[in-house]
């Protein structure tokens, strides 16, 4: 099973000296770049899980709402946001969609499992920062979702093919046909593959000037386009099966 995510967050870099780009615009290149999404995903019909980072959330309600309507999965990315807001926007959003939200997902900062359990979420995606010189490490991780309290831990995906984890690094800087390979061989040897992406990378550097490192502008935007279209129609050409995190784990 491909169960494939996107994590719907502003850009953190700061503008180059030449622009200027305020909250309100980076708020707008993030919808931009999910609706790209979207239309990609709409075309293949396939079903996502997008995590959208709680400080922004109630500013996106038309766009979460979208996303909702198409059949994807809407759950959190926490960022920074202590227990109550969490709470605050749990509650807002799921009387938004009339929907229960199952999923958080945390990387810098990460919450007690008992305090996310509180607050009635039923799994935890938690992923780790990419260090640059991570290919040149054997990574070791456990692989199977465990349950722990009522809450489902989900670990991030790695290659046994390669030991990369399936990080949104991994997928924008690899070979479409290398990163294809991974997924076929992890397919072999786990249940699920655990791919996640970030609603950024599909921004146009050369039309917004953000002040990021080199290797993190290429192949972004278009590129991160076109590499997803592939890889959704890979997935189509080889009928292998995608889910939503939720509709997977439960």
Same mark, same amino acid.
Do not use: C
């Given at each position: ?43 293949? /019909?396939?079903?996502?899980?997008? =995590? ?28 920074? %946001? ?12 799921? /009387? ?34 990419? /260090? ?29 093919? %390669? ?5 949104? =690094? ?81």
């Amino acid at each position: 099973m491909i169960l494939l995510t996107f994590n719907i967050l502003n850009i953190e870099a700061e503008a180059k000296k030449s622009s200027e780009i305020s909250d309100v615009g980076r708020l707008k290149i993030a919808e931009d770049n999910t609706k790209a999404i979207l239309r990609i995903l709409d075309i293949h /019909d396939i079903k996502a899980s997008f =995590f959208v980072e709680i400080s922004i959330a109630e500013k996106l309600q038309n766009l979460i709402k979208a996303i909702s309507s198409k059949g994807h999965e809407i759950a959190f990315y926490n960022k920074s %946001s202590n227990l109550q807001e969490i709470e605050n926007v749990k509650k807002n959003i799921q /009387d938004l969609l009339e929907k229960q939200i199952r999923g958080i997902r945390q990387k810098d900062v990460k919450l007690p499992q008992e305090n996310l359990k509180s607050l009635e979420f039923n799994y935890v995606s938690n992923i780790d920062n990419a /260090d640059i010189l991570f290919p040149f490490k054997r990574l070791k991780r456990d692989t199977e979702i465990i349950e722990e309290d009522g809450l489902s831990i989900v670990p991030e995906s790695i290659s046994p093919y %390669s030991q990369l984890p399936y990080n949104d =690094f991994v997928f924008q800087i690899l070979p479409m046909k290398y990163y294809q390979n991974m997924v076929f061989e992890t397919l072999k040897k786990d249940d699920f593959v655990l791919i996640y992406l970030n609603s950024w990378q599909f921004t146009d550097f050369k039309k917004y000037k953000f002040d990021i490192p080199f290797y993190r502008s290429l192949f972004s935007g278009k590129k991160m386009e076109d590499k997803l279209e592939a890889l959704l129609t890979w997935i189509d050409e080889n009928d292998m099966a995608t889910s939503r995190m939720k509709d997977y784990i439960f």
